[in-house]
C-alpha cells in the first residue's frame, strides 16, 4: 500500500497559526509615525520614509536581521602569518543592513539636507530601521552625532566629512583615503570610572606635529570596525577629547589592540570591545582640558536618538502583539475581540504613542533651535528626559506584548525573542538611568530658562482636560522641592515625561488616545502595568488601530 510520507507522519492539522508579519510598509502602517512628520515639517521625506519602511517590514531584511543575529561577529586579532590586524568579521547580512539604512540616509540626512524638519526625518528613519535591526543602529547614530563633533574642526573635516556624510556604505577595514564611505565609533568608558568620565586614565603625549599618541585601555569600544573613533584622554589641561582614525594612511592599524568583543545578552549582531590604545595616533578636538563639554554635547544627540530608536521598538512590540491578536482565536473569538486582550493592546499602543510624540517633539526643538532660545532650551533638558522615560519604558512594553503571543513569543524564531534581549539596552547605553536624571538636575541648575521652557510646552495643552490642568499645577507647586532633593531625581523626571507627553497627546493625538493616557498616567491612580485602562475608554478601537495595516 503506497501511503504518502507526509501524511504518514502527520498526527493531525496545523491550523489557528498566525501568518507572519512581513512584507508591509512599517512607515505607512503606521499612523501615529505619519501624523508626527506632518505635525513637524517633515511631509518632504514622504517618500524616502515609505522607501525604508517597506525595506524595514520586508521579509528580506527580517530573514538579514535573524542571520546577523545567529552569526555573530567574530574577531580576527591576526592573520595566517602571526600579524597583528586587528579586524572583525561580520556575517555578509550585517553588511546588507548597514547598506541599506546608510542608503537611506539614516545617519547623515538631517545634515545632508538641513531646513525645517530635517532632524525629525531622518529621525523618524531612526524611528524605522529600530524595527528592522536595532545592532545596526549603534554605527548610525554615532556617526548622526559625531557629525557636529567633526565639523568644529574645518580639517578634519574637510578629510571626514565627505565620507561620514556619504550614502554608500565601504565595509572594508582599511585606510580611509581609498574608501567611498565611512562611519564613526565612540571610545568613552573605562573599567574604574564607568559613567564617571572624569575618571578617564587614558594619557595622551604630544607628538609636536599637531598629532598626539594616545596610551591607555577603553572598557567598552563601540563598533571597533569603525573607521574613526571620538575618545577621551589625559593630557596638562586634563580629559580632552580626539579624533583617532581605525588605520594610518599606510594601511596598518592605528595602535588599536582589540583585547576581545563582549559576548551580549542582546545587541548581537554589533560587535562592541574592548580595546588598549598603544600609542594610537589622534588629533585633539575642541579646546584642550574641555573634552567632558565636547563629549556631552555628541550626548544630547545620541540620548535623543536613543529615544526615537526605543519608541520604534515599542511600535514593532505593539505591532507583533496586535497582529497576533488579531489572526489567533482561543475560547471561539479572535484574541483582539476579547475584552481583556483588546485592554491590553489598547494601552500598550498608548504607551508607544507617547513615546513616539515626546521623541519627536525634541527633534523638531532641534529643528528649531538655532533661531529660538525656548526651543534650543527645550532640546537640551528634553533630551535626557525623554532618553530615561522611553528607555525605561521600553522593556515594560516588550514583555507585555510578548507576553500577548504565549509562549510563542518565547522562541528564538519569533522576533519578539530578540526584540525581549535587546529592549533594556537602550537605558544603560550613553548613560544609566541615575546618570540621567544627575543630568536633568544639573540641566535645571545651569541653565535656568529650561524650567520654564519645559512648562511653557506643558501649558500649550492647558484647557484642552481638567485633569490634566490639575495634575501641571501640582507639578508646578511641588517641581522645586524636587528639583533640589537629589534622591526625588527618578521620580521629577518621570513627572516631567509623564506631563511633557500628555501634553502632546491632547494636542496631537486622537481624544481616545489622550483620555486614556490621563486616566492612567496622571490621574494618580496608575500601578504601571498594561491593560488598566478604565470602562469609559474604547479599547477595541483602539486595540485594533494598532495592528498594523499590510495591504
Not at 12 to 18: F, K, L, R
Not at 266 to 278: I, K, L, M, Q, Y
Request: aromatic share 6%.
Amino acid at each position: 500500500m503506497n501511503v504518502d510520507i507526509a501524511t504518514r507522519y502527520s498526527s493531525h492539522e496545523a491550523t489557528n497559526q498566525v501568518p507572519i508579519l512581513a512584507d508591509y510598509d512599517a512607515f505607512g502602517a503606521d499612523p501615529v509615525l505619519t501624523a508626527a512628520i506632518a505635525a513637524f515639517d517633515a511631509d518632504w521625506a514622504g517618500d524616502r520614509l515609505h522607501e525604508a519602511g517597506r525595506a524595514v517590514g520586508s521579509a528580506r531584511v527580517q530573514e538579514l536581521a535573524r542571520l546577523a543575529n545567529r552569526f555573530t561577529p567574530e574577531l580576527r586579532a591576526f592573520d595566517r602569518f602571526g600579524n597583528r590586524i586587528d579586524q572583525v568579521e561580520f556575517h555578509p547580512a550585517w553588511h546588507e543592513l548597514m547598506e541599506l539604512a546608510i542608503g537611506h540616509e539614516t545617519h547623515a540626512l538631517a545634515w545632508n539636507q538641513p531646513g525645517p524638519g530635517a532632524q525629525v526625518a531622518r529621525a523618524a528613519l531612526s524611528y524605522l530601521w529600530s524595527q528592522g535591526e536595532s545592532g545596526i543602529c549603534c554605527p548610525l547614530s554615532m556617526t548622526y552625532a559625531a557629525i557636529p563633533i567633526l565639523k568644529q574642526e574645518p580639517d578634519l573635516w574637510a578629510h571626514w566629512g565627505p565620507l561620514v556624510s556619504s550614502n554608500r556604505y565601504d565595509r572594508r577595514q582599511m585606510a580611509s583615503g581609498a574608501k567611498t564611505g565611512a562611519t564613526v565609533g565612540t571610545a568613552m568608558t573605562e573599567k574604574q570610572g564607568g559613567s564617571d568620565l572624569r575618571q578617564t586614565q587614558t594619557v595622551a603625549e604630544d607628538n609636536g606635529d599637531g598629532t598626539w599618541s594616545l596610551t591607555g585601555h577603553k572598557w567598552f569600544f563601540s563598533v571597533p570596525h569603525s573607521d574613526v573613533f571620538l575618545t577621551l584622554a589625559r593630557t596638562a589641561e586634563g580629559i580632552s577629547c580626539f579624533v583617532v582614525p581605525g588605520w594610518l594612511p599606510d594601511g596598518t592599524r592605528n595602535g588599536i589592540a582589540i583585547q576581545r568583543l563582549k559576548d551580549k545578552c542582546g545587541n548581537r549582531s554589533n560587535a562592541s570591545s574592548e580595546v588598549e590604545f598603544r600609542g594610537a595616533i589622534g588629533q585633539m578636538i575642541g579646546e584642550p582640558g574641555r573634552g567632558l563639554r565636547t563629549g556631552l554635547s555628541m550626548n544630547q544627540g545620541s540620548r535623543l536618538d536613543i529615544a526615537a530608536a526605543s519608541a520604534g521598538q515599542m511600535r514593532l512590540a505593539v505591532s507583533l502583539a496586535a497582529h497576533h491578536a488579531q489572526h489567533r482565536r482561543a475560547f471561539q473569538r479572535a484574541l483582539i475581540d476579547q475584552p481583556i486582550m483588546q485592554n491590553v493592546i489598547a494601552d500598550l499602543a498608548i504607551e508607544a504613542e507617547a513615546a513616539a510624540w515626546l521623541a519627536f517633539r525634541l527633534f523638531a526643538a532641534v529643528d528649531r533651535q538655532e533661531g529660538s532660545e525656548s526651543e534650543r532650551l527645550l532640546a537640551r533638558i528634553g533630551a535626557p528626559i525623554a532618553k530615561y522615560w522611553v528607555a525605561k519604558r521600553t522593556p515594560a512594553v516588550v514583555v507585555e506584548a510578548l507576553e500577548c503571543h504565549g509562549g510563542n513569543g518565547f522562541i528564538e524564531e519569533n522576533p519578539m525573542a530578540r526584540l525581549y534581549r535587546e529592549a533594556p539596552l537602550n537605558s544603560v547605553w550613553e548613560g544609566s538611568g541615575n546618570v540621567i536624571c544627575l543630568d536633568v538636575l544639573r540641566s535645571l541648575e545651569r541653565e535656568p530658562g529650561s524650567l520654564p521652557a519645559l512648562l511653557d510646552e506643558m501649558r500649550e495643552a492647558e484647557g484642552e482636560d481638567r485633569r490634566y490642568d490639575a495634575r501641571l499645577a501640582a507639578l508646578e507647586a511641588e517641581i522645586g522641592e524636587m528639583a533640589r532633593n537629589e534622591g526625588q531625581a527618578r521620580r521629577l523626571v518621570e513627572r516631567l515625561a509623564l506631563m511633557l507627553q500628555g501634553s502632546l497627546l491632547l494636542r496631537h493625538a486622537p481624544a481616545a488616545v489622550a483620555d486614556g493616557f490621563i486616566a492612567t498616567r496622571l490621574e494618580g491612580r496608575w500601578a504601571g502595568h498594561f491593560g488598566d485602562l478604565p470602562a469609559s475608554v474604547d479599547a477595541g478601537a483602539l486595540a485594533r488601530r494598532a495592528v498594523p495595516m499590510t495591504s
